[in-house]
């Protein structure tokens, strides 16, 4: 059977004809989407992990509150070692003074000759002492000043004053003279 048609073509009833849209128009709501669901993944999986942390942090935070008393005791028992074993340095390095101190007056009785006297001893503060003493003779302020010059126990001894001088009604020479200690390298170690 044959049709025809005879309505004007302005009436004529079309067919429809389905089309689908071409690839290239869905592509890029496409990758829209796909960087929309991973940025969603990332940041459901970031605030995970943010929330994680959170709870640990608030974990150590109250163990730190816990041991904050502990802490503070170990502060306060490591000040007080520090202060102590400052102490024990002080003690220490008195007690090796005064063996060194020893050592000294022991020299000095073996450098005097017969017949000199010291009236003074004194530390300066800065490694040397000063001596005063009286004697009969010239002779005998230079062999103790030689006699002390020889000593490994002193260094840089230099005569300040010699002079004549009365004790009652005795001529004595009365001198005054400084030096500086040194310690003996055989001896150092044996003092402490």
């Known amino acids: 059977m044959i ?6 073509r302005e009436e004529i009833v079309k067919r ?5 849209p071409q690839v290239g128009n869905f592509a890029p709501l496409v990758l829209v989407a796909v960087a929309l669901v991973t940025c969603g ?3 459901q999986l970031q605030a995970k992990h943010i929330g994680s942390l959170e709870v640990t942090v608030a974990e150590e935070e109250a163990e730190s509150r816990r041991l904050a008393p502990e802490i503070a005791k170990i502060k306060r028992l490591n000040q007080q070692r520090k202060d102590l074993n400052d102490r024990l340095d002080v003690i220490t390095e008195l007690d090796a003074d005064r063996y060194f101190r020893v050592h000294l007056m022991d020299e000095l009785n073996r450098s005097m000759p017969d017949n000199l006297w010291l009236t003074n001893f004194e530390e300066n503060g800065d490694g040397s002492y000063a ?3 009286v004697t009969f003779s010239n002779f005998l302020v230079s062999d103790f000043l030689q006699n002390v010059t020889n000593s490994p126990w002193f260094s840089s001894v230099n005569l300040l004053i010699a002079e004549k001088g009365d004790i009652g009604d005795v001529r004595v020479i009365k001198f005054k003279a400084q030096a500086r200690t040194a310690r003996p390298a055989a001896v150092t170690g044996l003092e402490g």
Do not use: A, Q, S, Y
Request: proline share 6%.
């Open 3 to 8: 049709r025809i048609n005879l309505l004007p």
């Open 16 to 20: 429809r004809t389905l089309h689908f």
């Open 41 to 43: 993944l990332v940041h």
């Open 131 to 133: 001596m005063e003493g």
